[in-house]
């Protein structure tokens, strides 16, 4: 029932993490060229995993959607902004769940 919920506030919180990280160090107006694909890369695998599951395993559904290139950009953003974000933003913990690799067994 709250996966839609949970989903939408999770594309904000990237979508947020994203833009940080980008004006702290890409030092830019905006969001630059790589910045972009990477949160609408990020949004459509969200969009991917609520369609393909109800259920909230979304760290097994991240692992093995996400291309490697796009995880290591990940992971750098969510290594910059995370500490930033962690106090407001308790789903977080899902996006580490994403980027520790074979955590996911956890909450099946
Ligand atoms: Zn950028």
Sequence with gaps: M???VTIAREKKTVAFMIKLYCKNKHQ???LCADCVQLANYAESRLDK???GRN????ADCHIHC???PMRDKIRDVMRFSG???AIRHPLLS???????PVRQ???A
């Design 2 to 4: 709250g996966i839609i």
């Design 28 to 30: 830019k107006r905006g």
């Design 49 to 51: 995993c609520i369609l």
């Design 55 to 58: 259920k909230p395993k979304c």
């Design 66 to 68: 996400y291309a490697a």
């Design 83 to 85: 500490p930033r974000m």
């Design 94 to 100: 899902m996006w580490h769940l994403m980027t520790a």
């Design 105 to 107: 067994k956890r909450i």
